[in-house]
């Protein structure tokens, strides 16, 4: 079987997928296996209150496995983020900055993230939570010792447990949980949760606010948000007669 490691980054490196891995070490750990995954993608069928169709990485609609990595850590946005917003990332360049755009609200955001996972739900998720991330995620420098490995095979699970570490006693608060609930993708009262191991909630662990505004009403987040998904021309050196 072949092995890929990769992924599409986010705002700050859009499209310099290789440049991000090496930068934060990811390249070395992949230990040969690494994939540029942005460099080829196939259009599919998406919810055209956003967009009628978008562009998924190649590799991961082909993949018979599908593992996906997610950090434990908080967004501003959607309070939690882990299992379902880490595939956010099968979207390779800026297509992710002009959902954010698109959505327009905390809560369309939320949303549009369960619909952009049912177009290749992993099949496995295996979260690092050995140092964590509370606060106004998800770029907050309160990080957070945990000391956990979290696995598991249905993300609503996963992240309702996540939710419930960081101290949020009902996840069906959190607006993408809800939404995936109702379509069917998995359940997160805790009477449908099989837990191996003991799980404790962390003391005070910092949210943001579960309204999900922290960022959406960060002007300076918006303005840069704007930024990625301006088209710019670029100018090709070969043909360039320096007019």
Sequence with gaps: ???????????????????????????????GFYRNIGAESREVAFNPEYKERLGVSQDILDADVFISLPKFKT??????????????????????????????????????????????????????AVVGMEGNGPASPDLRDIGLILAADNA????????????????????FLAKAKDKGLGDYSQESIEVIGELEPIPDFKLPPMSGTASASNADIQKFMESRIQ?????????????
């Excluded at 088209?231 to 007019?243: F, Y």
Aim: aromatic share 8%.
């Design 1 to 31: 079987a072949q092995i890929i490691v990769g992924d599409n980054p986010g705002v700050f490196t859009y499209g310099a997928n290789e440049q991000a891995f090496r930068e934060t070490g990811l390249m070395d750990a992949a230990q």
């Design 156 to 175: 609503v699970a996963l992240d309702a447990t996540i939710a419930r570490l960081m101290g949020i006693e009902d996840p069906g608060q959190i607006r």
């Design 75 to 128: 967004h501003g946005l959607t309070v939690v983020t882990g299992a379902i917003k880490n595939s956010f990332g099968i979207l390779p360049g800026a297509q992710k900055a002009w959902l954010h755009k698109q959505a327009g609200n905390p809560a369309r955001f939320n949303e549009m993230l369960v619909d952009v996972f049912s177009l290749r739900a992993p099949d496995f998720f295996i979260v690092d």
């Design 231 to 243: 088209l710019r021309p670029q100018a090709d050196p070969d043909k360039c007669t320096g007019c």
